[in-house]
């Protein structure tokens, strides 16, 4: 059995965000995407803390899924250095099979 995960990301926009989300979708790689925004960033970035506004992207996919989502957005991505998180996560039953059938599982 695979395990839902959340996999997160920040992007520079919005229209660069949902972009990724569509491939994404498109690919069966995560059955949702959520897009929020604009927020806030403070980070530290080549030997000073920078900031800036960017679009937080959210996937819902799983495990097996996301070594291959991560590919897609490195692929997608401006950033020379996208920061891309992922946590497996607890689902209730319906919204798990949910996930796995969207996702090719």
Not at 32 to 40: E, F
Not at 47 to 54: P, R
Request: hydrophobic share 50%; charged share 20%; aromatic share 6%.
């Amino acid at each position: 059995m695979t395990h839902p995960v959340d996999l997160h990301v920040t992007c520079p926009d919005e229209a660069t965000a949902e972009a990724i989300a569509r491939a994404a979708i498109a690919a069966r790689l995560a059955a949702c995407a959520n897009l929020q925004g604009p927020v806030k960033s403070l980070f530290h970035w080549e030997g000073a803390v920078d900031s800036g506004t960017e679009w937080a992207l959210a996937f819902k996919t799983r495990d097996a899924c996301a070594q291959r989502l991560v590919a897609l957005i490195r692929a997608e991505h401006p950033y020379d250095l996208p920061a891309i998180t992922w946590t497996r996560v607890q689902a209730d039953a319906d919204t798990a099979a949910w996930i796995a059938t969207e996702t090719g599982g």
